[in-house]
Protein backbone atom coordinates (compact mmCIF):
# COMPACT_ATOMS: atom_id res chain seq x y z
CA UNK A 1 0.00 0.00 0.00
CA UNK A 2 1.03 3.75 -0.89
CA UNK A 3 1.48 5.60 2.17
CA UNK A 4 2.94 9.65 2.29
CA UNK A 5 5.00 10.90 5.22
CA UNK A 6 5.73 14.89 6.05
CA UNK A 7 8.37 14.92 9.04
CA UNK A 8 7.81 18.42 9.46
CA UNK A 9 4.34 18.71 11.60
CA UNK A 10 5.40 22.43 12.12
CA UNK A 11 7.30 25.30 10.20
CA UNK A 12 7.96 28.83 10.07
CA UNK A 13 8.84 31.34 7.86
CA UNK A 14 9.58 35.18 7.65
CA UNK A 15 7.12 37.23 5.26
CA UNK A 16 8.59 37.30 1.82
CA UNK A 17 11.42 34.70 2.35
CA UNK A 18 11.38 31.84 1.02
CA UNK A 19 10.02 28.06 2.50
CA UNK A 20 10.66 24.72 1.59
CA UNK A 21 8.10 21.55 3.06
CA UNK A 22 8.88 18.06 2.87
CA UNK A 23 7.27 14.78 1.63
CA UNK A 24 8.17 11.54 0.65
CA UNK A 25 6.03 8.94 -0.30
CA UNK A 26 6.38 5.04 -0.97
CA UNK A 27 4.97 3.25 -3.75
CA UNK A 28 5.77 0.52 -6.58
CA UNK A 29 4.23 1.84 -9.03
CA UNK A 30 5.47 4.04 -11.58
CA UNK A 31 2.25 6.22 -13.00
CA UNK A 32 0.97 7.95 -10.49
CA UNK A 33 -0.21 12.19 -9.36
CA UNK A 34 1.21 14.04 -6.36
CA UNK A 35 -0.63 17.11 -4.93
CA UNK A 36 -0.11 19.52 -2.56
CA UNK A 37 -3.39 21.15 -0.99
CA UNK A 38 -3.81 23.85 1.22
CA UNK A 39 -5.89 24.06 4.09
CA UNK A 40 -6.49 27.32 5.73
CA UNK A 41 -8.37 27.95 9.35
CA UNK A 42 -11.92 27.94 7.37
CA UNK A 43 -10.59 24.41 6.54
CA UNK A 44 -11.94 24.89 3.34
CA UNK A 45 -9.26 22.55 0.98
CA UNK A 46 -7.36 24.23 -2.31
CA UNK A 47 -5.29 22.66 -4.26
CA UNK A 48 -2.10 24.27 -4.56
CA UNK A 49 0.12 22.63 -7.23
CA UNK A 50 0.21 19.05 -9.17
CA UNK A 51 2.79 16.48 -10.92
CA UNK A 52 2.52 13.66 -12.76
CA UNK A 53 4.76 11.47 -12.47
CA UNK A 54 5.66 10.84 -16.05
CA UNK A 55 6.91 14.93 -16.21
CA UNK A 56 10.56 15.32 -15.50
CA UNK A 57 10.04 18.66 -15.45
CA UNK A 58 8.93 20.14 -12.02
CA UNK A 59 5.64 22.08 -11.73
CA UNK A 60 4.97 25.61 -10.79
CA UNK A 61 2.25 27.90 -10.05
CA UNK A 62 3.37 31.44 -9.68
CA UNK A 63 4.89 31.21 -5.67
CA UNK A 64 4.67 27.86 -5.44
CA UNK A 65 6.90 25.08 -6.76
CA UNK A 66 7.71 21.50 -6.26
CA UNK A 67 11.11 19.68 -6.25
CA UNK A 68 10.08 15.91 -7.66
CA UNK A 69 12.42 13.75 -7.27
CA UNK A 70 10.83 10.19 -8.75
CA UNK A 71 14.02 8.09 -7.87
CA UNK A 72 14.08 9.53 -4.37
CA UNK A 73 10.63 9.50 -4.23
CA UNK A 74 10.58 13.45 -2.71
CA UNK A 75 7.91 15.78 -3.43
CA UNK A 76 8.82 19.20 -1.63
CA UNK A 77 6.93 22.39 -1.91
CA UNK A 78 8.91 25.14 -2.13
CA UNK A 79 6.79 28.77 -1.59
CA UNK A 80 8.73 31.74 -2.44
CA UNK A 81 7.92 35.39 -1.45
CA UNK A 82 5.66 34.24 1.29
CA UNK A 83 2.64 35.92 2.46
CA UNK A 84 0.10 36.14 5.40
CA UNK A 85 -2.32 34.95 3.68
CA UNK A 86 -0.09 31.28 3.17
CA UNK A 87 -0.26 30.71 6.56
CA UNK A 88 -1.85 27.38 6.47
CA UNK A 89 -2.24 23.41 7.20
CA UNK A 90 -0.16 22.25 4.14
CA UNK A 91 -1.18 18.21 3.15
CA UNK A 92 1.10 16.05 0.31
CA UNK A 93 -1.24 13.77 -1.37
CA UNK A 94 -0.44 10.64 -3.80
CA UNK A 95 -2.95 9.12 -6.24
CA UNK A 96 -1.83 6.20 -7.90
CA UNK A 97 -3.03 5.88 -11.85
CA UNK A 98 -4.54 2.34 -11.47
CA UNK A 99 -6.61 2.82 -8.25
CA UNK A 100 -9.23 5.58 -8.99
CA UNK A 101 -9.97 8.72 -7.93
CA UNK A 102 -8.45 8.41 -3.98
CA UNK A 103 -5.94 10.35 -3.01
CA UNK A 104 -3.90 9.32 0.24
CA UNK A 105 -2.67 12.13 2.37
CA UNK A 106 0.32 12.75 5.08
CA UNK A 107 -0.33 14.06 8.15
CA UNK A 108 0.20 17.63 6.72
CA UNK A 109 2.86 20.55 7.90
CA UNK A 110 1.22 23.72 9.85
CA UNK A 111 2.67 27.18 8.14
CA UNK A 112 2.74 30.24 10.15
CA UNK A 113 3.97 32.98 8.35
CA UNK A 114 5.39 36.06 11.07
CA UNK A 115 5.21 39.65 9.49
CA UNK B 1 -19.66 27.22 -11.47
CA UNK B 2 -20.97 26.17 -7.61
CA UNK B 3 -18.07 24.01 -6.21
CA UNK B 4 -18.87 20.66 -4.10
CA UNK B 5 -21.88 21.62 -1.30
CA UNK B 6 -21.88 19.92 1.72
CA UNK B 7 -24.59 20.37 4.44
CA UNK B 8 -25.13 20.92 7.47
CA UNK B 9 -21.30 22.71 8.32
CA UNK B 10 -21.78 22.08 11.78
CA UNK B 11 -23.74 19.87 13.79
CA UNK B 12 -24.06 18.88 17.17
CA UNK B 13 -25.82 15.97 18.59
CA UNK B 14 -26.17 13.76 21.83
CA UNK B 15 -24.85 10.08 21.42
CA UNK B 16 -26.89 7.40 20.25
CA UNK B 17 -28.55 10.00 18.06
CA UNK B 18 -28.53 9.65 14.25
CA UNK B 19 -26.85 11.71 11.87
CA UNK B 20 -27.17 12.35 8.03
CA UNK B 21 -24.85 14.55 6.61
CA UNK B 22 -25.35 15.31 2.54
CA UNK B 23 -23.90 16.04 -0.56
CA UNK B 24 -23.91 17.35 -3.76
CA UNK B 25 -21.10 16.80 -6.24
CA UNK B 26 -20.15 19.51 -8.86
CA UNK B 27 -22.29 18.83 -12.21
CA UNK B 28 -20.75 16.65 -14.54
CA UNK B 29 -18.12 15.02 -12.17
CA UNK B 30 -18.73 10.88 -11.96
CA UNK B 31 -16.17 10.39 -8.75
CA UNK B 32 -17.46 11.07 -5.01
CA UNK B 33 -15.71 10.61 -1.73
CA UNK B 34 -16.27 11.05 1.51
CA UNK B 35 -12.88 11.88 3.67
CA UNK B 36 -12.69 12.17 7.88
CA UNK B 37 -10.38 14.61 9.22
CA UNK B 38 -9.86 14.56 13.30
CA UNK B 39 -6.41 15.57 14.72
CA UNK B 40 -5.23 11.84 16.02
CA UNK B 41 -5.83 10.74 12.24
CA UNK B 42 -5.54 12.90 9.39
CA UNK B 43 -7.49 12.59 6.59
CA UNK B 44 -9.25 9.14 6.23
CA UNK B 45 -10.63 8.32 2.63
CA UNK B 46 -14.10 7.00 4.24
CA UNK B 47 -15.55 5.14 0.90
CA UNK B 48 -15.59 6.49 -2.80
CA UNK B 49 -18.21 6.12 -5.62
CA UNK B 50 -17.88 5.91 -9.62
CA UNK B 51 -20.56 6.78 -11.63
CA UNK B 52 -22.67 6.37 -8.60
CA UNK B 53 -21.48 2.89 -7.79
CA UNK B 54 -19.49 2.26 -4.57
CA UNK B 55 -16.03 1.06 -5.21
CA UNK B 56 -13.91 1.01 -1.92
CA UNK B 57 -15.64 1.19 1.10
CA UNK B 58 -12.97 -0.26 3.29
CA UNK B 59 -12.29 2.52 5.56
CA UNK B 60 -15.80 2.93 6.68
CA UNK B 61 -15.13 2.72 10.47
CA UNK B 62 -17.76 -0.18 11.37
CA UNK B 63 -21.09 -0.93 10.44
CA UNK B 64 -22.99 2.05 12.42
CA UNK B 65 -21.67 4.21 8.96
CA UNK B 66 -23.73 3.65 5.93
CA UNK B 67 -22.93 5.88 2.33
CA UNK B 68 -25.26 6.25 -0.18
CA UNK B 69 -25.32 7.79 -3.94
CA UNK B 70 -28.47 7.59 -5.20
CA UNK B 71 -28.08 9.54 -7.97
CA UNK B 72 -25.43 11.87 -9.74
CA UNK B 73 -25.99 14.82 -7.60
CA UNK B 74 -26.23 13.74 -4.55
CA UNK B 75 -25.19 11.36 -1.84
CA UNK B 76 -25.42 11.00 2.51
CA UNK B 77 -23.15 9.58 4.58
CA UNK B 78 -25.04 8.10 7.68
CA UNK B 79 -23.65 7.32 11.38
CA UNK B 80 -26.42 5.59 13.49
CA UNK B 81 -25.82 5.17 16.66
CA UNK B 82 -23.39 7.89 16.49
CA UNK B 83 -20.86 7.71 19.37
CA UNK B 84 -18.36 10.64 20.75
CA UNK B 85 -15.19 9.01 19.02
CA UNK B 86 -17.08 10.34 15.71
CA UNK B 87 -16.57 13.45 16.36
CA UNK B 88 -14.90 15.42 13.42
CA UNK B 89 -15.00 17.08 9.90
CA UNK B 90 -16.06 15.02 7.41
CA UNK B 91 -15.38 15.83 4.13
CA UNK B 92 -16.77 15.65 0.20
CA UNK B 93 -14.92 15.38 -2.42
CA UNK B 94 -15.92 15.00 -6.46
CA UNK B 95 -14.00 14.93 -9.70
CA UNK B 96 -14.61 14.46 -13.17
CA UNK B 97 -12.94 11.07 -14.06
CA UNK B 98 -11.20 8.60 -11.72
CA UNK B 99 -7.57 8.70 -13.20
CA UNK B 100 -7.16 12.58 -14.01
CA UNK B 101 -7.53 15.68 -12.76
CA UNK B 102 -7.46 16.92 -8.66
CA UNK B 103 -10.50 16.44 -6.34
CA UNK B 104 -12.21 19.19 -5.63
CA UNK B 105 -13.62 19.12 -1.83
CA UNK B 106 -16.31 20.82 -0.14
CA UNK B 107 -16.18 22.94 3.01
CA UNK B 108 -16.75 20.46 5.33
CA UNK B 109 -18.87 19.47 8.21
CA UNK B 110 -18.20 19.53 11.71
CA UNK B 111 -19.62 16.96 14.01
CA UNK B 112 -19.79 16.83 17.44
CA UNK B 113 -21.47 13.96 19.18
CA UNK B 114 -22.05 14.67 22.82
Known amino acids: AQTVTQSQPEMSVQEAETVTLSCTYDTSESDYYLFWYKQPPSRQMILVIR??????QNATENRFSVNFQKAAKSFSLKISDSQLGDAAMYFC????????????FGQGTELSVKP | DAGVIQSPRHEVTEMGQEVTLRCKPISGHNSLFWYRQTMMRGLELLIY????????DSGMPEDRFSAKMPNASFSTLKIQPSEPRDSAVYFCASSRATNTGELFFGEGSRLTVL
Open chain 1, 51 to 56: QEAYKQ
Open chain 1, 93 to 104: AYRSYNQGGKLI
Open chain 2, 49 to 56: FNNNVPID
